[in-house]
């Protein structure tokens, strides 16, 4: 019977070893594929995720300055069409007769009510 606990014993042994050593095999294969993936990743020149998330940070508010700037871009225009008046012809001075000749000689412009009663579009129908 104390050959069969000797020949346990050492299969045991003889396997607490081959354990071990496969843990070491194991360790150093992860080491070895630890190294040709950092290997390939400085080859393939990535970006850090500080850096990635700093450029996108700088992006971002780029692109809201640049909503800022179009809407106050379009609020000028806005303001500006509105601004705007029809340049202004050079007259010469004319004397009261004259001006007297051109009011009787004027078409008379249609009163308000008039315009209010047609729907006050004087803008030809277009939208």
Do not use: C, W, Y
């Not at 850096?51 to 780029?62: G, K, P, T």
Request: proline share 3%; no cysteine; glycine share 8%.
């Amino acid at each position: 019977m104390q050959t069969e606990n000797k020949f346990f014993d050492d299969l045991t042994r003889m396997m607490s070893g081959a354990m071990s050593a496969a843990g070491g095999v194991r360790e150093e294969a992860e080491a070895r594929l630890r190294q040709h993936f950092e290997a390939m990743f400085a080859r393939m020149d990535l970006v850090r995720r500080e850096e990635f998330n700093v450029v996108r940070d700088m992006a971002a508010l780029a692109r809201q300055e640049n909503e800022r700037l179009s809407a106050r871009i379009a609020e000028l225009e806005k303001g500006g069409a509105t601004k705007k008046a029809a340049p202004k012809k050079a007259t010469a001075k004319k004397s009261p007769a004259k001006k007297a000749a051109a009011k009787k000689s004027a078409p008379k412009k249609a009163a308000p009510k008039a315009e209010a009663a047609s729907g006050g579009d004087t803008a030809g129908g277009q939208d």
